[in-house]
């Protein structure tokens, strides 16, 4: 049973990780429908939430049916941090997150996110000062390492439970990397595997399938897995993923009548959330997956992926529905 302070999260717990205008409440709602254990939000910034910018504020919003959930922070400041985790306490979540791990050059290059990976000492600071400042259970999420020759991630999951995180999630890759390569297993094995760990220990990187999950799961031994990418416009990956660790079978996929009625009601959750504009932006890295494998749908796609007005989009699922409906496809 993994457990992060006083949560329990049940034998092998499936994570969402925080994705950066992806991992917001529409999409979270999706994936707890269809089974993810424990969610975190977009990466908020320290500096955003201690000058009360709006858009960091709006991430902290989280409802009762998301729990457990965590809130996700980031910053090189350690001062700021501090500040920043007393206001996201206020918003009531299970879990606060550190982000360690955000390998984007705006983040790292200013020592926040993967960034700080350059300085360990001041990471174990940081860490510390978060701890002590909040009641909350404080988990982090981080890399191996900067680079190749810098993978001290063994050591450092070690400091940083020493200095009070109750649970970690190691990305297999370094910054260096960015999301290229493959990754590495075999260091967040050595993590959980190291006989002073106790804390849980969640892997995540590549899996984008049941049957990976599975492999990883009995290869590599940890606690749980955080999956990223593979969830974009495909939220049924972890119900996917729990029917075949219980029972070694497939489930059948998603209908193409189930993709359409969810990718429609995340638009509609989306524009609600934030605003025609920005929803109808940030849907659009969706639809790919959503309609991944239909034949003859580039002509719907342009135009779910071009419009940006909702009376046409809405009109566009109508479109599609009458169409496939004509090919037979919305029954099955």
Known sequence: MAKIGNIELGDFPLLLAPMEDVSDPPFRALCKEEGADLMYTEFISSEGLIRDAVK???????????????IQIFGNDIESMKQATEVTAAANPDIIDIN??????????????????????????????????????????????????TKYIVEVAERLQDVGIQGISIHGRTRKQMYKGEADWSLIAEVKNNPRMHIPVFGNGDIDSPEKAKLYKERFGVDGV???????????????IKHFLATAEHLAAPTFNERLEAARRHLEMSIKWKGERNGIMEMRRHYTN?????????????????????KELFEVFEAIKAHYAAEGMLSN
Request: glycine share 8%.
């Open 226 to 240: 955080m999956i990223g990418r593979a969830s974009i416009g495909y939220p049924w990956i972890f119900r996917e």
């Open 100 to 149: 360690y791990g955000c390998p984007v050059k705006k983040v790292a290059c200013k020592g926040a996110g993967a960034g700080i990976l350059q300085d360990i000492p001041k990471m174990v600071r940081m860490t510390a000062e978060i701890v002590k400042s909040t009641n909350l259970p404080v988990t982090v999420k981080t890399r191996l390492g900067w680079d190749d020759n």
């Open 290 to 310: 959503y309609f991944k494998g239909i034949a003859h749908f580039k002509e719907f796609r342009m135009q779910l992926v071009t419009l940006d007005e909702q």
């Open 56 to 70: 960091s504020v709006q991430k902290l919003d989280i409802f009762e049916y998301e729990r457990p959930i965590g």
